[in-house]
């Protein structure tokens, strides 16, 4: 439990920051202090990477201690290595921010779902 609650911990920011950064001038026009609005956009695209990264290694880290399968480390690899890419681009491409944070923020939905799905998956051919 401990291992899922850390997938969720670390998905969080990065998929919220992702929303924030696509809708930054609406929280800005509502004076709502999120992360694009207090820290700026490069500051929020740096922690939005760094979040994807020790997500993609904390999501694989149930393997090593035996819960899951290959299916599960394929899975999960493959999963992650993409929201890594999105993340990157977004951290390296200025002018297409808005398409790739909000890609982000979908794919990220969209990974969640998968990772639990995969565990239950695995969990029933083990």
Do not use: R
């Amino acid at each position: 439990p401990i291992l899922l609650f850390l997938i969720i911990f670390f998905w969080t920011p990065s998929h919220f920051w992702a929303l924030s950064l696509y809708k930054k001038e609406d929280y800005h026009n509502a004076k709502i202090p999120m992360l694009p609005v207090v820290a700026g956009i490069k500051t929020t695209k740096i922690n939005i990477f760094v979040y994807a990264i020790i997500l993609f290694f904390i999501s694989l880290i149930p393997v090593f201690f035996g819960y899951f399968s290959l299916t599960y480390f394929l899975s999960s690899f493959f999963l992650g290595i993409y929201y890594v890419y999105l993340c990157y681009k977004l951290l390296t491409d200025g002018n297409n921010e808005e398409k790739f944070a909000k890609k982000i923020f979908v794919y990220s939905i969209l990974y969640l779902f998968l990772i639990f799905s995969i565990i239950l998956i695995d969990n029933i051919i083990q």
